[in-house]
C-alpha cells in the first residue's frame, strides 16, 4: 500500500523559512515523480515543484522559483521542499504527490498518489 505523510508544516513570519518533508513507503521511489502541490483556501491546488530522479530534473512553479529547493533522499524515500523568503500568499496546505509514469508534471491529474497535507501559515 502506497502511503506518502508529509510532515514540517507550521506557523512562521513572513521572511522566514520552512522545510517539509514527505515520506514515501510503498513504491518504487526512484522510478517515481514527486511533487508538492498547495491548496489555499477558497482557491484550487496548484502545483508548487517537481522531482524527478532519473536525470535530476527538477520543476518550479514561477510563484516560488527562487525560494523554494525540492530535493530527495532516495536511501530515505523522502521528498523535502526547503521554502525560504516565505509571504502571506504562501500560506495554504501542502500536499505531496506521486506520479508513477515519471512525468515532470505541473498537472495535478497526473499524480497517481496523494499525502494528508500539512498546513504552511506565514503571517505578515
Known amino acids: 500500500q502506497v502511503q506518502l505523510v508529509e510532515s514540517g508544516g507550521g506557523l512562521v513570519q513572513a521572511g522566514g523559512s520552512l522545510r517539509l518533508s514527505c515520506a514515501a513507503s510503498g513504491l518504487p521511489f526512484n522510478s517515481y515523480t514527486m511533487g508538492w502541490f498547495r491548496q489555499a483556501p477558497g482557491k484550487e491546488r496548484e502545483f508548487v515543484a517537481a522531482?524527478?530522479?532519473?536525470?535530476?530534473?527538477?520543476y518550479y512553479a514561477n510563484s516560488v522559483k527562487g525560494r523554494v529547493t525540492i530535493s530527495r533522499d532516495s536511501g530515505k524515500n523522502t521528498v523535502s521542499l526547503q521554502m525560504n523568503s516565505l509571504k502571506p500568499e504562501d500560506t495554504a496546505v501542502y500536499y505531496c504527490?506521486?506520479?508513477?509514469?515519471?512525468?515532470?508534471?505541473?498537472?495535478?491529474?497526473?499524480?497517481?498518489?496523494w499525502g494528508q497535507g500539512t498546513q504552511v501559515t506565514v503571517s505578515s
Open positions: 504527490a506521486a506520479n508513477r509514469f515519471g512525468a515532470v508534471t505541473d498537472k495535478s491529474y497526473e499524480y497517481d498518489y
Open positions: 522531482s524527478r530522479w532519473s536525470g535530476g530534473l527538477t
